[in-house]
């Protein structure tokens, strides 16, 4: 158990619907990551949070947007959604030291019909 | 912008054996870190090894070690006396240093390594 927890587990919806995605850290962590898995474009940084400040973006759509909370927890809205976001998204937490790894949840598979 | 390179996407090993996973990174930076991590069929990513590139010594990790040549850009993976278990698709991945372009890390895109009984 990484310690970090990520709702829901699966996700089934339409084209065109909005999802959100939640991540809560490990404790203590200060730093989420989001990161999306796709069988064309592999695995790939989307975005990145420090302590409720937006700290580095990726291959982030703009469709796509992310918050983090005062409680550190984190989520991932999806707007718009086509066949193509179908994917296993991943949050990542890693402490205040940028020296400590990333720890990962279980990821949300997201399916789009 | 980094770049990893796993140029194996399938690997297989006979239980008890040795196998080394190939990785190859491209970066301009000096001051760096290198990670496998594991997904088995879970799903779940796992953390196996990390190397900092600072430190010249190859990180160890029980049944795991990397081959870390900096010159060179190549970090492998050995896993010796595989077990059914290690059956996975492995990972590399780069990041660098947080004061530079944060902390996000760059994945390669993937092995999957098979165990054979």
């Known amino acids: ?72 927890h984190s989520e991932l809205n999806l707007s718009s959604l086509e066949l193509g976001d179908s994917a296993l998204y991943f949050c990542a937490s890693s402490g205040f030291s940028g020296d400590q790894p990333q720890h990962f949840g279980d990821g949300t598979r997201l399916s789009i019909l | 912008a980094q770049t990893v390179t796993q140029s194996q996407p399938e690997m297989s090993v006979q239980e008890a054996e040795t196998v080394t996973l190939s990785c190859t990174y491209d970066t301009s930076e000096s001051d760096y870190y290198l990670f496998w991590y594991k997904q088995p069929p879970s799903r779940q990513m796992i953390l196996v090894i990390r190397q900092e590139a600072y430190k010249q010594q190859n990180a160890t990790e029980n049944r795991f070690s990397v081959n870390f040549q900096k010159a060179a850009k190549s970090f492998s993976l050995k896993i010796s006396d595989s077990q059914l278990g290690d059956a996975a698709m492995y990972f590399c991945a780069y990041r660098s240093r947080p004061q530079t372009s944060g902390s996000r890390l760059t994945f390669g895109e993937g092995t999957q390594l098979t165990v054979n009984p």
């Open chain 1, 1 to 72: 158990d990484s310690g970090v927890t990520q709702t829901p587990k699966h996700l089934i919806t339409a084209t065109g619907q909005r999802v959100t995605l939640r991540c809560s850290p490990r404790s203590g962590d200060l730093s989420v990551y989001w990161y999306q898995q796709s069988l064309d474009q592999g695995l790939q940084f989307l975005i990145q949070y420090y302590n409720g400040e937006e700290r580095a973006k990726g291959n982030i759509l703009e469709r796509f947007s992310a918050q983090q909370f005062p409680d550190l």
